[in-house]
């Protein structure tokens, strides 16, 4: 079955260190996408990349950084450079990229503990 | 003012009822608005999408889009326990040919 996997689904690290979320898709979608949600706000943009070896910032990308090496893949590191990391993190991808017919779907998420 | 508002609720109704979710956005130039279901502690799950003005039906769920008012609803009709979740409204397009989203309602159906 085609979907988009995110590992782990759980990460504690202490602050300071950097951290890799890892996000593959076999949906063969060119766009892929990762959202921050914070309790009580919208989902917010960090990275989006809509082709390989390409990528954008979204509205929070300080403290965060991205890759996207092969079209399956796009993981995202969080940095120590992050004032507040303790968030869910979600993982999308699209067909293309942001159009008016062109729906996210989302991985299951990694929420991410830092202490 | 927030681009894309919706009301926090919860919104409670009873069971086999139907429930009425709305959103609304300011950014007039706006082309599409997506639904998404979120179950606590879980990833958002799509439900429909509407870009065309008046409605659009999928099994129990409409999209209804009046741009002229800059509002989308989502009527889930005969509602049950199992769609008590929170609803994400996002808007697509406008100014910054972005996606948007709200930051939810929660729908709570009593049984």
């Known amino acids: 079955d085609g979907g988009i996997t995110q590992s782990p689904k759980y990460l504690f690290r202490k602050e300071g260190q950097n951290v890799t979320l890892s996000c593959e898709q076999n949906?063969?979608?060119?766009?892929m996408y990762w959202y921050r949600q914070d309790p009580g706000q919208g989902l917010r943009l960090i990275y989006y990349?809509?082709?390989?070896?390409?990528?954008q910032k979204g509205d929070i990308a300080e403290g965060y950084s991205v890759s996207r090496e092969k079209k399956e893949s796009f993981p995202l590191t969080v940095t120590s450079a992050q004032k507040n990391p303790t968030a869910f993190y979600l993982c999308?991808?699209?067909?293309?990229?942001?159009?008016?017919?062109?729906?996210?779907?989302f991985g299951n998420g990694t929420r991410l503990t830092v202490t | 003012q927030k681009e894309v508002e919706q009301n926090s609720g919860p919104l409670s109704v009873p069971e086999g009822a139907i429930a009425s979710l709305n959103c609304t956005y300011s950014?007039?130039?706006?082309?599409?608005f997506f639904w998404y279901r979120q179950y606590s502690g879980k990833s958002p799950e799509l439900i429909m999408f509407?870009?065309?003005?008046g409605d659009k039906e999928d099994g129990r769920f409409t999209a209804q889009l009046n741009k002229a008012s800059q509002y989308v609803s989502l009527l889930i009709r005969d509602s049950q326990p199992s769609d008590s979740a929170t609803y994400l409204c996002?808007?697509?397009?406008?100014?910054?040919?972005?996606?948007?989203f709200g930051t939810g309602t929660l729908l709570a159906v009593q049984p």
């Open positions: 509407i870009y065309s003005n």
């Open positions: 996002a808007g697509y397009g406008g100014a910054t040919n972005k996606l948007i």
């Open positions: 999308a991808s699209s067909p293309k990229g942001q159009a008016r017919d062109s729906p996210l779907h």
């Open positions: 990349s809509q082709i390989v070896n390409d990528f």
């Open positions: 949906l063969n979608h060119d766009a």
């Open positions: 950014d007039r130039g706006s082309q599409s």
